[in-house]
């Protein structure tokens, strides 16, 4: 049964809200305290909420689209009365006192807020190790990191914790942990979401996003929080499509791929593991037999996109914590936070100093540019660029990497953050029994065409 079915096998009361969620609690009992997805959950309310839409539904009263389906957080999206740490010293007693503008939209469709996922501190990170509340395990690879940021969210839907969580992706936060883990993660068009309430990492890179099983549960998550929100100045308002109808119809449709032309780049799988290739490049052939046109493009940028984009990163960082300075959230950040956070906040502070003879900053945003155009250019000529979402397998848990191998998870997810484009990414196959993704890239708001090809390769 897929999430769409699911809500609608509540909504006509063939599963109960209450046993959906008692359920999922069963399973964080057994198994959160290894796996370490969850910071934080609220049984007594879920249940609560779940009993309300059980007697709603049985009454024939108006439900929302996100009926009695049970979500997690991050832990940097604001939820009322949880913790919203972002997995820092610097917030641990720091609780929500509103909901973030995804939060209040996925109440108002009765979806039921279970808890709050673990993540790297302040979502700076590709692994989850670097979190103040200890590492998350990997559900599908026991062992090894569940990548990151978003590696509770991630985690959360690979050990079967949840129906749908929210992520956010900078530079890769929701893609690499759901291939790492085996689940489906998509960041929209920038702009698409809104991220008021999101505590910031990088505000011209981030967007939040779903994790699921499957499509529908993206597709209806989409549904519910893609929209204008006049109190961010980042958000967009743009005519957007009906994401859950675009993947059902995929589903039946005879030849969903027919015509669909498929953008793939040498220089992404240059710097990918060969195995990884491998299994990535089985499932676009798989679609190029179904009728899609495959072509090979050049991307000329591609080691451009890791210094651009840490460089902006630590630049937008820096300035985002200047209000953790102990006098509002209690502890000063630089006295509390964890490596590679401090680090982020020294480079940028030393290149936000430096900035007056525009070497670094400009030069970046400039890089930017010059990645986005031919991103954008790629993009004229075909509907979805396609290959790996990370260049490696995950590490096992305690390894010590030097920050340069870390930063070097990110270099295909960067690309999208970088020019604001939407993408996604779903499991491909395995290597060694480890999951890996295929990264799916589309134009700016054209986020549909990567749902409705998720939907029709997972019918595959
Ligand atoms: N790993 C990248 C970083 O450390 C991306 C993080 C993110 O997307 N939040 O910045």
Known sequence: MNIFEKSQAIKNQEIKAKDNVEGFINTINNTNNSINAFLEINNENAIKKAEEIDKKAQNKENLGSLAGLVFAIKANINVEDFIISAASKTLENYQGSYNATVVDKILKEDGIILGITNMDEFAA???????????????????????????????????????????????????????????????????????????????????????????????????????????????????????????????TSENPFEGVKIGICDEFKNVTDDKINKIVDKKINELSSLGAEINEFCFNYIDLCLPTYYLINYVEFFSATRKYDGRKYGHKIEDVCGDEVLRRIDMGSYISQREFSGKFYKGALKARSLIKNEIDEMLKDTDLIMGPTVPKLPHKIGEKLDPMEMYAYDVLTVIANLSGIPAGSMKAGEVDDIPVGLQIQAKSFEDHKIIKAFSAIEEL
């Open 125 to 251: 990170g590709s692994s989850s190790e670097t979190s103040f509340y200890g590492v998350t395990d990997n559900p599908a690879a026991p062992g090894r990191i569940p990548g990151g940021s978003s590696g509770g969210s991630a985690a959360a839907i690979a050990g079967d914790m949840c129906d749908i969580s929210l992520g956010s992706d900078t530079g890769g936060s929701i893609r690499n942990p759901a291939s790492h883990c085996g689940v489906m993660g998509f960041k929209p068009s920038y702009g698409a979401v809104s991220r008021q309430g999101l505590i910031d990492l990088s505000m011209s890179l981030d967007q939040i996003g779903p994790l699921a099983t499957d499509a529908t549960g993206i597709a209806l998550t989409l549904d519910t929080i893609v929209a204008h929100d006049p109190s961010e100045c980042t958000s967009i308002d743009y005519d957007k499509p009906n994401f859950t109808e675009i993947a059902l119809e995929a589903k």
